[in-house]
């Protein structure tokens, strides 16, 4: 019982459900494990009776972050306080992005007042009032009491002296109602971005490549946005680890996407010779890509890169530029430069910082001072790659917009970082160690998942206001149209597996959703940005409603759509959420054209990945898509009869577009018929994850040149025509 409550003191879950008439206990030893991460001891009964003895008389006046919504009753935290409260609001520094330029507001003091008469209160050193002031009326529903100035929206911090001079301070975030909404019947392509070579890659897609994409969808066939894959910083290493979800860094984007001739320097080389050679080994890594059946292979491509890049560096930046390089680095700060310095001991020292010299494993040691002096053109070097790469996704999102996209690039966050990177070096005491990431058992896997990413400390993050994850969104927002959050329960719980134990180990911890969401809002607000949340799976109850309160849109997926709730059929195209993404597949997921002939089912096969026979898994698959294809038929959008795949996936398209979703979204591989998925869960060796190619219906890859003159595609494209424009209402971005 002890450890129980002293769990829930600290989100820690004791049991879940995995549906809802099951539930399964959480182990001791599991709940111990989790709550040491936590910095709590509660390895023998007497510390978990210290422990809880010491939280529960603990009396808070706040907690560490308050939240306040535009228009919204204020929390307890704030509308409790005792009457005759001091309450001042010291609004945060006017020099942030997003706050409005001029002269910092003047902190904001207000006195609280209770709902009844109450006697009248003095601060220490102030004279007495001469008369009680009126009682206040209760706040109506959806308003704030009277006393109350609502700050404009920012984190501030907020400080709260009682009557009996109790002090408290906390910070604030005053975030507005909803994140900003894309105008509905928005239509455009998801897309692997390394998976997009053009005639001029070097071996891999880049940003130049996604510029292009954009423009050519943008002003061609009506799209309002090109979604990409993270473009996080990834861990070096032979080979690097190739997954976007698995990043050394979240803050920064890696250079490898660089596209290195759109340089400004680039034409300044002076060693040309060898710059030739390298674009010529690039277009050689190109060609065994889309003609000689290789894999794309980031390490060849970095290394080529790398190399240019080095020569680039040494071309002095004219004024304007090294202006422009110098408000980067003041804008980035410190963030910028541990991640810079990670990278140059990277170099020197390999890509795990658990290996590194004692001195150099903590940012701020001393040893860590002197290597960033002795390393400091390397550092520099780093830094300058970070700009580059921020400058050319600033190119890209211009590009979008100019082109006629209503929301541009959609950029995605994944769920974490890899354990040795340079966000876990840099922000050590943020991060639980001895934890990972995963997912419960559930009837698709009941080994559960352990996804090797190391959680963030929701009592940490509470305490520091929420500054890494403010930082984080910031960066990840000033060059995008919108952001999909990749597994956004996240916000909410995360399940969190002890190092060492298989993921039916682990257990749910809770993170202040409330807090998440609001800033997550805000800074959505301040760069004037959509959200996108990945809500797939096991979802906990109220969830995907917080999220469509705050308007952050969900994702659909059409073979998981039906009448979960009734009989169990496909879901009629008016009866689907409105406020969400809609596609026919993701990159976890068969293509349309491997769905619709079966060819999924067969490769799970042949990797040995099927919990029944190769038969039985297609009867079941068969009869899926078959109930589908009845539907399309039924609604008269396969006017092409059976057995046209083409058509058949056209036919999904325009089921998409029949629906109320605000956005639709088109797998870019499905325009040409790919068949193969670019990610099989559960695989790792046995299966070319995140280095495939677009390649077409008989599986050979084609360029964007290639895949933007496609007859399919334009085919596919004329059933998502822009719907009639309509006049958005306030708040709402037009088209």
């Known amino acids: 019982m002890g450890l129980s409550r002293l769990a829930a003191l600290h989100g820690v879950a004791t049991s879940y459900s995995p549906s809802p008439d099951v539930t399964v206990s959480v182990p001791d030893d599991t709940v111990i494990a989790v709550l040491a991460a936590l910095g709590v001891d509660a390895g023998t009964p007497a510390d978990v009776r210290k422990c809880l003895a010491a939280a529960e008389s603990r009396s808070r006046l706040l907690p560490p972050t308050v939240v306040v919504w535009a228009g919204e009753p204020l929390p307890p935290a704030l509308a409790g306080l005792p009457p005759g409260s001091t309450v001042t609001v010291e609004p945060e520094p006017s020099d942030l992005p997003g706050h409005p330029a001029g002269r910092p507001p003047a902190p904001l003091s207000m006195r609280a007042r209770a709902a009844a008469p109450a006697a009248p209160v003095a601060s220490p050193g102030e004279a007495a009032p001469e008369a009680v002031p009126a009682p206040e009326a209760p706040p109506a529903p959806g308003e704030a009491p009277a006393w109350w100035i609502p700050p404009p929206h920012g984190v501030h911090r907020v400080h709260v002296r009682t009557p009996d001079n109790r002090r408290a301070t906390a910070t604030l975030v005053a975030a507005p109602l909803r994140v900003p909404q894309p105008p509905e019947g928005t239509h455009g392509f998801l897309v692997q971005l390394y998976s997009l070579l053009s005639a001029r890659s070097w071996g891999m897609g880049d940003l130049g490549d996604l510029a292009d994409l954009a423009v050519w969808a943008g002003r061609s066939v009506g799209s309002g946005f090109v979604q990409v894959n993270p473009l996080h910083a990834a ?15 979240r803050r920064f984007p890696d250079p490898v996407h660089l596209h290195v001739e759109s340089i400004p320097e680039y034409g300044h080389v002076r060693d040309r010779a060898t710059l030739d050679d390298l674009r010529q080994d690039a277009a050689a890594l190109s060609e065994a890509v889309l003609n000689k059946g290789a894999l794309i292979d980031r390490d060849a491509v970095w290394e080529l890169k790398r190399q240019a890049l080095e020569l680039v560096a040494q071309v002095p930046l004219t004024p304007g530029r090294r202006a422009d390089y110098c408000d980067f680095l003041a804008e980035q700060g410190q963030a910028l430069e541990d991640h810079g310095l990670w990278c140059a001991l990277v170099e020197v020292h390999g890509p795990d910082w658990h290996t590194w010299p004692e001195a150099l494993r903590d940012p701020r040691s001393p040893g860590t001072a002197r290597a960033r002096s002795e390393l400091l053109d390397r550092v520099d070097f780093h830094c300058r790659l970070a700009w580059l790469t921020a400058t050319q996704l600033a190119a890209a999102q211009r590009s979008a917009e100019d082109a006629g996209m209503a929301v541009g690039i959609v950029h995605d966050l994944a769920v974490g970082v890899h354990p040795a990177g340079a966000d876990t070096w840099s922000q050590q005491e943020a991060f639980a160690h001895g934890m ?3 997912a419960p058992p559930d009837a698709f896997n009941a080994r559960g998942q352990d996804w090797g990413l190391p959680p963030w400390r929701p009592d940490v993050l509470a305490a520091t206001g929420y500054a890494a994850y403010r930082g984080l969104l910031r960066g990840l927002l000033a060059h995008a149209g919108a952001l999909r959050i990749d597994h956004v329960m996240g916000l909410f719980r995360l399940w969190w597996v002890p190092e060492g134990r298989p993921p039916t180990d682990g257990t ?15 800074e959505a607000h301040r760069a004037g940005t959509s959200v996108v949340g990945e809500d797939l799976g096991t979802v906990a109850p109220g969830v ?20 979960w709730e009734g009989d169990g059929r496909p879901l009629a195209p008016e009866k689907w959420r409105r406020d969400c993404l809609a596609t026919a597949t993701t990159h976890d997921l068969p ?26 898994e297609l009867t079941a698959d068969l009869t899926d898509t078959a109930e589908w294809l009845a539907l399309l038929a039924r609604l008269r959008m396969l006017p092409e009869g059976d057995g046209d795949e083409e058509a058949a996936v056209r036919a999904v398209h325009r089921f998409l577009r029949r629906t109320p ?7 870019l591989p499905d325009t040409v018929g790919d068949r193969r998925p670019q990610n099989l869960p559960g695989t790792w060796d046995q299966y070319p994850n995140w280095r495939l190619p677009i390649a077409d219906a008989e599986g ?4 964007l040149e290639e895949i933007t003159a496609s007859p399919r595609l334009h085919a596919l494209m004329e059933v998502l025509r822009p719907r009639k424009p309509r006049t958005a209402p306030p708040g709402e971005r037009r088209p």
């Open 661 to 667: 979703a605000r956005m639709t979204g088109v797998w």
């Open 436 to 438: 990972s990431v995963g």
């Open 544 to 563: 995907r409603e917080a999220l469509a309160r705050r308007g952050v849109l969900g994702t659909s997926v059409l073979w998981f759509e039906r009448d």
């Open 508 to 522: 749910y911890v809770a993170y202040d959703a409330e807090a998440m969401l609001a800033v997550l809002v805000l």
């Open 235 to 249: 861990v070096p290493g032979k080979p690097t680890d190739p997954s976007p979800y698995r990043p050394s860094s």
């Open 700 to 703: 050979h890859p084609v360029t």
């Open 591 to 616: 293509s349309t054209a491997a769905r619709l002939t079966g060819d999924h089912v067969t490769l799970r096969h042949r990797l040995g990945l099927l919990t029944r026979s190769l038969e039985e």
